[in-house]
């Protein structure tokens, strides 16, 4: 931990009254300040930007960002990017996508899994699917592939299982199975409505009707408190990337 002064020149006296002592976290190879606290001192600045421990110059963040990043509470102190992606086929996914995305505040996108060009260059990525037959759909597994190694992801899935179901569970553990290069903070799932013919059509099969039967009881979901339980999801997932 160092104390640094960032050093600003006024345009017109040539300095300006404020030093910005900020305590800092250094990590000299990847040049990012984590978690600054800052406070501010009279003083004659130059411009220089000095590493008290050597008196070394040392190049940081830019003060406006810097001021910026330390009123981002909800990110510890330095700016996140998250990415909300997902493939929905009726709605049910979409929704607690949308509500996730509301949830997350800091800079964010929201995308249909379809139109994501690069997976690179975000700090967390919700990603969101269908359970279809216990698995991950093949639409949704082909993206997860091409996400970058090491890249930190939250699942969310809908289903018209009961909550917490086997199925639910088999299709989380697929998933797994697809991202073993990716860092998993964690996964959610609640129940989604059931295209009615398709309930319908599994009802006519003697192997599949109990499991229709109980996806027709999901047809009010996801409902507010599915959503409710989503958006505390991801705030427990932003936690985990700023821990």
């Given at each position: 931990?160092?104390?640094?002064?960032?050093?600003?020149?006024?345009?017109?006296?040539g300095?300006?009254?404020?030093?910005?002592?900020?305590?800092i976290?250094?990590?000299?190879?990847a040049r990012?300040?984590?978690?600054?606290?800052?406070?501010?001192?009279?003083?004659?600045?130059?411009?220089n930007?000095?590493?008290?421990?050597?008196?070394?110059?040392?190049?940081?963040?830019p003060?406006?960002?810097?001021?910026?990043?330390?009123?981002?509470?909800?990110?510890?102190?330095?700016?996140?990017?998250?990415?909300?992606?997902?493939?929905?086929?009726?709605?049910?996914?979409?929704?607690?996508?949308?509500?996730?995305?509301d949830?997350?505040?800091?800079?964010?996108?929201?995308?249909?899994?379809?139109?994501?060009?690069?997976?690179?260059?975000?700090?967390?990525?919700?990603?969101?699917?269908?359970?279809?037959?216990?698995?991950?759909?093949?639409?949704?597994?082909?993206?997860?592939?091409k996400?970058?190694?090491?890249?930190?992801?939250?699942?969310?899935?809908?289903?018209?299982?009961?909550?917490?179901?086997?199925?639910?569970?088999?299709?989380?553990?697929?998933?797994?199975g697809?991202?073993?290069?990716?860092?998993?903070?964690?996964?959610?799932?609640?129940?989604?409505?059931?295209?009615?013919?398709?309930?319908?059509?599994?009802?006519?099969?003697?192997?599949?009707?109990?499991?229709?039967?109980?996806?027709?009881?999901?047809?009010?979901?996801?409902?507010?408190?599915?959503l409710?339980d989503?958006?505390?999801?991801?705030?427990q997932?932003?936690?985990?990337?700023?821990?």
């Amino acid at each position: 931990m160092v104390i640094c002064s960032i050093r600003q020149h006024n345009g017109r006296n040539g300095f300006i009254e404020n030093i910005v002592r900020i305590k800092i976290l250094q990590d000299r190879s990847a040049r990012r300040i984590s978690k600054p606290v800052i406070s501010f001192t009279p003083h004659i600045l130059d411009q220089n930007i000095l590493d008290t421990q050597n008196h070394t110059p040392y190049t940081s963040t830019p003060y406006k960002e810097v001021v910026s990043n330390s009123i981002n509470q909800q990110t510890g102190g330095y700016k996140v990017k998250a990415l909300i992606a997902y493939h929905s086929d009726t709605g049910n996914t979409e929704k607690v996508a949308r509500a996730i995305y509301d949830t997350v505040n800091f800079d964010k996108e929201v995308r249909k899994i379809s139109d994501v060009k690069d997976w690179k260059g975000y700090d967390i990525i919700f990603f969101g699917f269908p359970v279809h037959a216990h698995s991950v759909p093949e639409k949704a597994a082909s993206q997860i592939a091409k996400i970058p190694k090491g890249q930190k992801i939250a699942f969310f899935s809908t289903h018209g299982s009961l909550r917490n179901g086997i199925l639910a569970k088999q299709a989380f553990e697929h998933a797994l199975g697809l991202s073993a290069k990716l860092t998993v903070l964690g996964h959610f799932s609640c129940r989604g409505k059931v295209a009615e013919q398709i309930i319908e059509s599994l009802q006519k099969n003697p192997q599949h009707k109990a499991w229709a039967e109980e996806a027709a009881g999901a047809i009010h979901h996801p409902d507010e408190n599915d959503l409710a339980d989503a958006k505390a999801f991801s705030t427990q997932m932003v936690a985990k990337v700023k821990a």
